[in-house]
């Protein structure tokens, strides 16, 4: 498995022979000229991971790629964007996408909880290969190995990212979603999940526009 980072959500998953871009948003850059995508997959509605002034173009650059996103984002754009439910199974060539989780984590009781899809890419056989959860701290039911996990967020503490690390327990733990703040601050973050790290769990950082074999 291949994976290059865009920075905050965006990931670039090369695995069985496909490529697949999660969550092109606003916080993110280097994807703009990518070519030869399979699939786009975007976790949820919110701008740091759907960029609504640069979708268009990676789209156009891609028309072959299937485009997944939560139900509501597909409704919203329409087609040929297809809905990924919990529990829907896509087949693209040799790798198989689960849809799971299904909702957003609470940002405050006041404010309407939305759509959101984990995405989970592997076999029939291993289906969580890498696990996208978006903006949920939702547990898969199955062996994970590289979670992409969020690091900082408006809706979590740091105390809950620790509790959903250990819960998945992956492989490796890639950290995503730190866009929100400055590069002097994200050695905090980084240091506790890796310090509290489940035994058995690598924390791997790949850098903005870097990429990495894992």
């Known amino acids: 498995m291949r994976i290059a980072h865009f920075g905050h959500s ?4 090369e695995l069985h022979g496909k490529k697949v871009l ?3 948003g606003t916080f993110s850059h280097g994807f703009e000229g990518i070519t030869g995508l399979d699939a786009i997959a975007v976790t949820h509605q919110h ?5 609504p002034l640069r979708i268009d173009a990676l789209i156009d650059a891609n028309p072959a790629a299937r485009l997944l996103a939560d139900p509501q984002t597909a409704a919203q754009r329409g087609e040929p964007w297809e809905a990924v439910h919990a529990g829907n199974v896509l087949a693209l060539g040799e790798l198989r996408i689960t849809g799971g989780g299904g909702r957003h984590a609470v940002i405050h009781p006041d404010i309407p909880v939305i759509d959101n899809t984990v995405f989970q890419l592997g076999t029939p056989d291993d289906p969580a290969q890498l696990v996208h959860p978006g903006d949920s701290l939702w547990v898969p039911p199955v062996p994970v190995g590289v979670l992409a996990i969020p690091a900082a967020a408006p809706w979590m503490r740091i105390s809950e990212a620790v509790d959903y690390l250990r819960a998945v327990s992956p492989r490796t733990a890639l950290p995503i979603h730190y866009g929100i703040i400055v590069p002097e601050a994200q050695g905090i973050y980084f240091g506790r999940l890796t310090e509290m790290s489940p035994a058995g769990t690598d924390f791997k950082v790949i850098e903005p ?3 990495a074999e894992l």
């Open 10 to 13: 965006c990931i670039l998953v």
């Open 22 to 24: 999660f969550d092109p």
């Open 47 to 51: 701008p740091d991971h759907i960029d």
């Open 209 to 211: 526009e870097d990429s």
